[in-house]
């Protein structure tokens, strides 16, 4: 026996129906896919953004740190070329010292003795 026309359309009618429920559940889905990658994107741009000030930051901070260094070095390099100098100075101070230790024992202490170490007295 085959179907009255009455039953194929409502049969034909419940398919349509199965149908748009069925594109409407798709729909939904995309919507919702297309939700949740928008809010990805979102947070990616974020996450991008956020990478970018701190890779700025740190590029900055390193650049200072740079600057702190080279100043440190500048003033070491100054420091050792005083110490340097202090030193040498000192050197020259003590030999001028020892010269002036040598004078003095030579006129004032051994008066009377001539440059071979012999008394110039005469008895």
């Known amino acids: 026996m085959h179907p009255s026309p009455s039953e194929t359309g409502a ?17 939904d889905r ?3 896919s297309e939700l949740r990658a928008e809010a ?6 974020d996450i991008i953004n956020a990478t970018e000030r701190k890779l700025l930051d740190a590029s900055k901070a390193l650049e200072e740190a740079q600057k702190r260094i080279e100043g440190q070095q500048d003033r070491l390099m100054a420091l050792e070329l005083r110490a340097e100098t202090a030193e040498a100075e000192a ?3 003590k030999r001028t010292l020892e010269l002036v230790d040598d004078a003095i024992r030579r ?13 110039t007295d005469v008895t």
């Not at 990805?40 to 741009?45: H, I």
């Not at 006129?107 to 008394?119: F, K, Y």
């Open 30 to 32: 995309v919507r919702v």
């Open 91 to 93: 050197r020259d101070a």
């Open 40 to 45: 990805a994107e979102r947070a990616q741009v």
């Open 11 to 27: 049969g034909t009618l419940d398919l349509v129906y199965q149908a748009a429920d069925l594109f409407r559940g798709i729909e």
């Open 107 to 119: 006129r004032l202490l051994l008066p009377n003795r001539n440059a071979d170490g012999r008394s």
